[in-house]
């Protein structure tokens, strides 16, 4: 017996990441050293710091992947990856550097494989980052036929005395919550058990969608916040804390960005909440409170700024294509989220 027959395809393998090369070099930066092939990925830091300080980042996409595979349709998965990974990164003030992929497939489908590639190589140009290497494990017996896991990591850069750590938030700060591209990469579990359990298909267009299916509309891949975000702190806007809104929702993620002794108070009518949610809290009769903690609800991450600069931030980022809203603000407490329904 050789491993063809055991069910992994060596040569398939060398061909996948011939056909993916390209995808990889055009994410390159600078600072990258050697190319594609090796046993690591090397990359020189880039000059100008006096105290660099590294920011790493972990995450995958979830059972969103189940959709993907369920709609053959894998070009946007790959952006989600990313976007988990460098959003948590940039949170501290850092700017990513490079980006790593894991990928786990029981047979290898290159066409299906490339499509995800080349997500996540868009993902890293739309962030900045040098997709720097990645692993393709072919695990027969593992996974079943046409599915595939995803994991990513990403390692980012700032100047110490620019890190952002919680402890630069004020009482009174304004918290501008920017907009999300919808549900992102999180929460799909209670999604799919909505659709499964109330007889949906992905192909049907609720009312509230306005002549989208939900397929098209739950794919919608995660923004990615990196380079508006850099682009406002060198333009001279203030930001004293972020929080990027994955799992848990803003009473989550929001309060992890502040410093001790504070709270953030909240006023949810700031915003419109995107229709995709109006559908999932409607057809799984989930409660507003459940929601809140589940999903972002629009706003896929918060900035933190000083009052006399709010008005300031949100038409930055509205003259950036993202709408931004002055959504709560920061209160002495011992911490946590305030103004979540019940």
């Given at each position: 017996m050789d491993y063809r027959e055991a069910g992994v395809d060596v040569e398939a393998g060398r061909a996948f990441v011939d056909k993916i090369r390209n995808l990889v070099h055009?994410?390159?930066?600078?600072?990258?050293?050697?190319?594609?092939?090796?046993?690591?990925?090397?990359?020189?830091?880039?000059?100008?710091?006096?105290?660099?300080?590294?920011?790493?980042?972990?995450?995958?996409?979830?059972?969103?992947?189940?959709?993907?595979?369920?709609?053959?349709?894998?070009?946007?998965?790959?952006?989600?990856?990313?976007?988990?990974?460098?959003?948590d990164v940039l949170t501290s003030g850092a700017e990513p550097l490079f980006f790593l992929d894991y990928l786990a497939t029981g047979k290898l489908n290159q066409d299906q494989l490339t499509q995800v590639v080349a997500?996540?190589?868009?993902?890293?140009?739309?962030?900045?980052?040098?997709?720097?290497?990645?692993?393709?494990?072919?695990?027969?017996?593992?996974?079943?036929?046409?599915?595939?896991?995803?994991?990513?990591?990403?390692?980012?850069?700032?100047?110490?005395?620019?890190?952002?750590?919680?402890?630069?938030?004020?009482?009174?700060?304004?918290?501008?919550?920017l907009a999300s591209s919808g549900v992102h990469s999180n929460g799909f579990s209670l999604v799919r058990k909505i659709v499964e359990t109330g007889n949906f298909n992905w192909s049907d267009s609720p009312e509230q969608l306005a002549g989208k299916n939900l397929g098209e509309v739950l794919l919608t891949p995660t923004r990615i916040y990196v380079k508006p975000v850099l682009a406002a702190r060198s333009a001279g806007v203030e930001i004293r804390g972020m929080a990027h809104i994955t799992g848990g929702g803003l009473p989550e993620n929001l309060p992890r960005c502040l410093g001790k002794g504070q709270y953030v108070r909240i006023d949810t009518s700031?915003?419109?909440?995107?229709?995709?949610?109006?559908?999932?809290?409607?057809?799984?009769?989930?409660?507003?409170?459940?929601?809140?903690?589940?999903?972002?609800?629009?706003?896929?991450?918060?900035?933190?700024?000083?009052?006399?600069?709010?008005?300031?931030?949100?038409?930055?980022?509205?003259?950036?294509?993202?709408?931004?809203?002055?959504?709560?603000?920061?209160?002495?407490?011992?911490?946590?989220?305030?103004?979540?329904?019940?």
């Open positions: 055009r994410t390159y930066r600078p600072e990258v050293i050697g190319g594609l092939g090796g046993f690591s990925g090397c990359f020189h830091l880039p000059s100008g710091y006096s105290e660099p300080v590294l920011v790493s980042g972990t995450d995958g996409v979830g059972t969103k992947l189940k959709l993907a595979c369920e709609l053959n349709q894998h070009d946007t998965v790959g952006i989600d990856l990313v976007a988990m990974c460098v959003n997500g996540i190589s868009a993902g890293c140009e739309l962030s900045g980052c040098a997709l720097l290497g990645g692993e393709t494990a072919e695990m027969p017996g593992f996974y079943p036929p046409g599915v595939y896991d995803l994991a990513g990591f990403c390692v980012g850069i700032v100047e110490k005395s620019q890190m952002l750590d919680g402890s630069q938030v004020q009482v009174g700060d304004i918290a501008i919550g700031r915003w419109p909440v995107p229709p995709i949610f109006q559908w999932i809290a409607a057809a799984g009769e989930v409660s507003p409170k459940a929601m809140f903690e589940t999903f972002n609800m629009g706003i896929g991450f918060v900035l933190l700024v000083p009052p006399d600069q709010a008005e300031q931030t949100i038409s930055y980022f509205e003259s950036q294509d993202i709408a931004a809203y002055a959504i709560g603000e920061a209160i002495a407490g011992e911490g946590g989220l305030l103004g979540i329904p019940d």
